[in-house]
């Protein structure tokens, strides 16, 4: 398996899975969803963020980063427009500074805990020689109208985003708000098909939520909102492709009918500013519209974590 990507360990660690009666959702989305009986579906998102690799200090305090553990998960169960629940996390902390570090990060864990009304529920804490990992797992649950997943956007539909993008390893990263009362006022205002937030990055997570749903795109180019710090970046990549491929934004990619699409555009549900950036096609693959009017293919840029290698 030498050479294998991420995405690709994730795609054999699913089909190696068995299936379960309960599990309403598995391995492929945002978070998994768990039949309940007689209650709305719960749904469960973890994620593992580690020194070096996803922060370093001090760029970013020990404060941030507990606070970040907590928002890339609310960011997950956003994606499925639930409300989140319950946090339980697990810490391995670096020998030497532990009690120092744990207490800074369950400082900032619990403050945005606070500001979601997320119960932390527990968790597990060790040391090692290593660098510091922290893994939060996120209970929510459905609201009456049910999760909504990567799958289900159809042809014709517009393809939406909250918020913009690019620039995100400035500060952003550290200090986005995720957009969970932004998908649950979408929730109530539209019938949303699909739904994705954008961690890896705009072009990557489309390409997800296209490929769950079996159909294509055509995207707009000068349709992205593009985040300030993108504007002036310095390393001659343009702000498109900033926009397109540096993750972290934390927003959301979503799928409506145009009618509802025009409807959220009319009346926004969120103060969150809405835009429209592309169309759902019947044809596979996904194409960007540039300014000068060329389509050219967009490729499924984005940060993919090498497995192998130096
Ligand atoms: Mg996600």
Redesign the pocket.
């Known amino acids: 398996v030498t050479g294998l990507d991420e995405f690709s360990l994730i795609e054999l660690l699913r089909q190696s899975t068995p299936a379960a009666d309960r599990l309403a959702l598995g391995i492929g989305d ?1 978070a998994a969803a768990i039949s309940m009986p007689g209650g709305p579906e719960l749904l469960l998102a973890v994620d593992m963020l580690v020194e070096g690799v996803h922060f370093s200090f001090p760029e970013a305090t020990p404060r941030e980063v507990g606070r970040k553990a907590l928002a890339v998960n609310l ?2 169960i956003a ?1 499925m427009a639930a409300r989140p629940l319950a946090a339980v996390i697990g810490v391995c902390l670096p020998r030497g500074r532990a009690a120092e570090l744990g207490l800074e990060l369950h400082a900032g864990l619990v403050e945005l805990a606070g500001e979601f009304d997320v119960a932390v529920a527990g968790g597990d804490t060790t040391s090692s020689t290593g660098p510091l990992v922290i893994s939060v797992t996120l209970c929510g649950e459905a609201t009456g109208r049910g999760p909504v997943r990567r799958a289900g956007a159809v042809p014709g539909d517009w393809l939406m985003v909250t918020g913009c993008f690019g620039g995100s390893r400035q500060r952003h990263h550290l200090d986005f708000q995720p957009r969970v009362e932004e998908a649950l006022a979408l929730h109530r205002a539209a019938g949303l098909h699909a739904m ?2 954008v ?1 890896d990055g705009l072009a990557a ?1 489309l390409w997800h939520l296209l490929e769950e749903s079996g159909v294509g795109a055509q995207i707009t180019a000068e349709s992205i909102p593009i985040r300030e710090a993108a504007l002036h970046a310095s390393d001659g990549r343009t702000p498109l492709a900033h926009a397109l491929a540096d993750g972290e934004d934390f927003e959301l990619i979503f799928a409506v009918n145009p009618a509802d699409g025009q409807a959220i555009l009319d009346s926004p549900p969120t103060d969150t500013p809405l835009s429209r950036i592309g169309t759902v096609t019947d044809k596979p693959g996904c194409t960007l519209k540039m300014p000068d009017g060329r389509d050219v293919p967009l490729e499924p840029l984005g940060w993919r974590h090498p497995l192998s290698g130096p």
């Open positions: 945002d960011s997950d994606a994705i937030d961690s997570d």
